[in-house]
């Protein structure tokens, strides 16, 4: 059997979770491998991760690192991060009243079960006992028990309960607006000229200006208003100021200059909502909750790294190695503008 588990496994959870915690001058009771925040990370719990890796390592044929070695020292120390970062999401779940049920986790593994180990195109349904006939296959070929599957998941519901909670607040605004595109300024002021002697002139100078070719044939009007984030900042700093029927000066932005009018009110924010496949504006309007959530979700975790960073500490011997302890290291993040 091909189809693999890895999506369930803490193996691969402690290979590609985004570690989190780091090195604190508290001291650590002697059956701990660390404390963070309230809590504390035992040497059983390590120990037994560390048996579940070992295990994934010899049911997929892969060489475990020898002692002594680099990789060895790097997985030991992933195993550590990833039980701090668990720790610190566990605790944040209480302070938020997050809970996972037992429910949850089985609804998410019957949800994963049918996707990998249920129908096949082409081939008639499988029976229930034929997909736990797989589900159990996979188990074994990963090196997994089905408990350590539920504790992967129920951490993965935990991750994704309290980022929709941290998120839950997220919106986006849109108006109507309409603009005229053009490349030189000394065009745009003659333009905007015209427009406060003769507003209704509008329509009629974007036609024949405008150099945005798929706004210009509507006599300026943008297909689906100005959702905010859709467009670069210099245009919508602008576009969501100007009351009702205004018209803006030029603005610059790097296509251009723009000059702006607001065809109607700002309408209320909005959150996600399942998105018609023919609802194009909706579906721009879900991409940049999408972002939005995103992008908060990176400052959130960035803060709740920095806040528990001051409660950390280690065993001797479980420390990171050094230029890998996460409290210490310079991050940084990027994120892409959307333009119009």
Not at 119 to 132: D, H, L, V, Y
Not at 196 to 211: C, I, M, R
Not at 312 to 335: E, V
């Amino acid at each position: 059997m091909k189809r693999v588990i890895v999506v369930l496994s803490a193996f691969a959870l402690v290979l590609l979770v985004a570690a989190c915690g780091g090195g604190g001058p508290r001291s650590v009771p002697s059956d701990d491998v660390a404390v963070v925040g309230d809590g504390t990370i035992s040497k059983s719990d390590w120990d037994a991760l560390m048996q579940q890796t070992k295990a994934n390592y010899k049911a997929t044929n892969h060489p475990f690192p020898k002692p002594g070695s680099v990789e060895l020292a790097n997985l030991r120390a992933n195993v550590t991060q990833f039980l701090i970062s668990s720790s610190e999401y566990q605790q944040e779940a209480k302070k938020l009243g997050v809970d996972v049920t037992d429910k949850d986790v089985n609804d998410r593994l019957n949800q994963i079960k049918q996707q990998y180990y249920g129908s096949t195109p082409g081939q008639p349904p499988p029976s229930k006992a034929e997909i736990e006939k797989r589900y159990e296959a996979a188990l074994k070929q990963q090196g997994f028990t089905d408990e350590e599957v539920r504790a992967g998941i129920k951490l993965t519901l935990i991750r994704e309960k309290v980022q929709a909670k941290v998120t839950g607040n997220v919106t986006v605004s849109d108006r109507p607006v309409a603009h005229i595109l053009v490349k030189q300024k000394a065009l745009a002021d003659r333009l905007y000229a015209q427009l406060q002697a003769n507003p209704k002139q509008f329509g009629k100078l974007a036609k024949k200006y405008s150099t945005d070719p798929s706004s210009a044939k509507a006599g300026g009007v943008l297909a689906g208003g100005d959702v905010k984030g859709r467009f670069v900042p210099e245009f919508e700093k602008v576009a969501f100021k100007l009351k009702t029927h205004e018209i803006s000066q030029p603005v610059h932005s790097k296509f251009g200059w723009h000059i702006i009018e607001a065809l109607g009110p700002i309408k209320p924010p909005t959150k996600a909502t399942p998105t018609p496949l023919s609802q194009v504006k909706e579906a721009i309007r879900q991409t940049l909750i999408q972002n939005d959530r995103n992008k908060l979700i990176q400052t959130w975790q960035t803060k709740l790294t920095k806040k528990y960073c001051k409660t950390i500490g280690y065993q001797a011997g479980y420390a990171p190695p050094p230029g890998q302890d996460p409290c210490k290291q310079k991050s940084s993040t990027t994120g892409a503008s959307t333009t119009g």
